[in-house]
């Protein structure tokens, strides 16, 4: 039985798991950093004590610390969140180790599904559809070089263990192979600790489309609906919405139930999200799954009325899922806008500082997750996110109005923000006709939007 929670995050995420517990009457413990000291987190947690100093890899990537904290504070599970230890497979097995529970899938789970290129391979073994590429980790740079020139240009590398954009490279030619190799393979041995790196047929102007999945022990499988994340930037996502109107009625419902055959195929337990790439045909491919919570969930949460991380702590406490597939309802329309403290006008520079004054908004269907405060002051070592506004309406029209009408609401003084540039973003014709892409921002947008400056 899960009693005390470890929360080993920050941010809006540490915030959003001590919500839950304490409606589930769970206590919790928050650890911060040296610089987090006056992060919001620890002031809403029952207990809170400083993991380390500023560096992450001696603070919240600290796992040797987090786990002694964890068996000295008597918590007898631990939720990290997302980012930082969430998906680390030795920060699983210690706590295996040490009789704590992970809140997130089996260790082997996590093995399998957190490394692209074991993914990919077991994806085939199930017979889900996978973009054409590489089979198992590429050896070395002429393995490479022979299977971009049997799949054909442009293809992408990527790294196995990545994320985030990081370790990945478009290769539009033979002759592009070779440094692009030698990057991507440095960039994931700095960022992820590994430098093996796959290769997949690039596919030109996708859609990024992900299904969130729950698994627990007793069999149960069932999805909560998709979510189109095609509004990115640098491969990272900048706006998320549930759920899509790309695909139709039959084309999503044989998304879902690959997504489910996904869960039920490797056994998986607790929250994961199946991540497709969409072709102009409509046929899509799996291209991996995150074997944790999402930044963007709570845009599932506002179209289902599933408490997500409620769900998680469940399933980590060996419960069953409480409801069937046919119970789940999906009503209206959901869309979040991922606000950062950023200058988009000056190649979205980091802009922490001193907040001097802030205002949220409101209303029925609105809701803003973050952290900050007026009097917060936003450390320049961290994810520039400093919150995420969601917003319901009936249908994506009207949500696309509601977005609006919210980002006029947002006060954030002291610092610069990407609020204008989301609204920018929100009111394109692109956007608004659903026509949008994953490279949409940087092949147009940046550029309608630096022509019409001049």
């Known amino acids: 039985m899960i009693k005390k929670i470890l929360v080993a995050n920050r941010g809006d995420i540490a915030v959003r798991i001590i919500r839950t517990c ?7 413990v928050a650890i911060y950093s040296e610089v987090d000291k006056e992060c919001l987190h620890r002031y809403l947690a029952d207990e809170s004590i400083c993991i380390g100093p500023n560096n992450i890899s001696k603070s919240y990537n600290n796992i040797d610390n987090i786990i002694y904290l964890a068996l000295k504070l008597e918590c007898n599970a631990i939720h990290p969140g997302f980012g930082f230890l969430s998906e680390n497979i030795e920060f699983a097995k210690k706590c295996e180790e040490n009789n704590i529970i992970l809140i997130g899938p089996k260790m082997d ?6 490394d692209k290129s074991k993914a990919r391979e077991t994806m085939m073994n199930l017979d889900i559809p996978v973009v054409p590429g590489s089979k198992q980790i590429l050896k070395d740079k002429e393995e490479a070089l022979n299977l971009a020139n049997e799949i054909g240009y442009p293809v992408i590398i990527k790294a196995s263990n990545g994320g985030g954009g990081k370790g990945m490279r478009i290769v539009t030619c033979e002759s592009e192979l070779f440094h692009s190799f030698d990057i991507a393979s440095s960039e994931a041995l700095s960022a992820f600790g590994s430098s093996d790196l796959y290769m997949e047929k690039f596919i030109e102007n996708p859609r990024h489309i992900e299904v969130q999945v729950f698994g627990d022990n007793f069999l ?3 999805h909560l609906g998709g979510r ?5 930037r640098r491969n990272q996502k900048v706006l998320e919405e549930s759920l899509t109107d790309y695909l139709n009625e039959e084309e999503k419902s044989k998304l879902y139930k690959t997504a489910v055959d996904i869960v039920k195929g490797v056994g998986y337990l607790g929250a994961g999200t199946i991540e497709f790439i969409v072709d102009k045909n409509k046929n899509f491919y799996f291209i991996e799954m995150n074997t944790r919570i999402q930044v963007e969930h709570p845009v599932t949460e506002m179209i289902t009325g599933v408490d997500l ?3 998680q702590i469940l399933i980590a406490n060996n419960e069953p899922i409480p409801f069937k597939q046919d ?3 999906f009503r209206g329309h959901a869309i979040e806008c991922r606000i950062n403290a950023e200058d988009p006008y000056n190649d979205f520079k980091p802009c922490p500082g001193k907040i001097t004054s802030v205002n ?3 209303g029925f269907g609105v809701r803003f997750d973050t952290f900050i405060y007026a009097g917060y002051t936003i450390p320049p070592i961290y994810d520039s996110m400093i919150g995420k506004l969601i917003c319901w309406s009936e249908n994506r029209q009207q949500c696309i109005k509601k977005i609006n009408r919210a980002l006029d609401e947002i006060i954030v003084e002291g610092i610069d923000t990407n609020i204008e540039f989301q609204k920018s973003l929100i009111n394109s014709d692109t956007f608004i006709n659903d026509n949008h892409y994953t490279k949409f921002i940087e092949n147009e947008f940046i550029l309608e939007a630096t022509l019409a400056s001049v």
Request: glycine share 6%; proline share 3%; with cysteine.
């Open 22 to 28: 304490k409606e589930l009457d769970i206590k919790t």
């Open 109 to 114: 789970q996590m093995a399998i599904m957190g």
């Open 220 to 222: 149960n499988a069932i």
């Open 228 to 232: 189109d994340c095609s509004m990115q």
């Open 309 to 311: 991380i409620k769900l």
């Open 327 to 329: 119970d789940i309802l």
């Open 360 to 362: 949220f908004p409101g």
